[in-house]
Nanobody, 132 residues
């Protein structure tokens, strides 16, 4: 069975950092891109970042560009999201997802209804709370 396990969330003060991990199993990991999404309370889920199967291509929404860094370890079957300079508006449940292809199904500013079509499996989510 395909499984994605997101972890690393927690409570952090504004300006702080967290590193999320997404460990995957049940498929040929280095054949597929992996994405991160988030859903804030009362809001629609949104794409945050994506990394291609090789790690050679990465994408970020403007809201996190320059603060978040996505990476992957194809030996450990794990994708990371390093989040720096966190803001209260980054508070959300963060989800990782397996793309349907090796490339990221990325369009800047995609709505949830469009972005979700490029992914076929989702992790359970990890909560990030940015608050003083």
């Amino acid at each position: 069975d395909v499984q994605l396990q997101a972890s690393g969330g927690g409570l952090v003060q504004p300006g702080g950092s967290l590193r999320l991990s997404c460990e995957a199993s049940g498929f040929i990991y280095d054949d597929y891109a992996i994405g991160w999404f988030r859903q804030a309370p009362g809001k629609e889920r949104e794409q945050v970042s994506c990394i291609s199967n090789s790690g050679g291509s990465t994408y970020y929404e403007d809201s996190v560009k320059g603060r978040f860094t996505i990476s992957r370890d194809n030996v450990k079957n794990t994708v990371y999201l390093q989040m720096n300079s966190l803001k209260p508006e980054d508070t959300a449940v963060y989800y990782c997802a397996k793309a349907r292809t090796f490339n990221c199904p990325w369009m800047y500013g995609s709505t949830w209804s469009s972005a979700r079509l490029g992914y076929d499996y989702w992790g359970q989510g990890t909560l990030v709370t940015v608050s003083s």
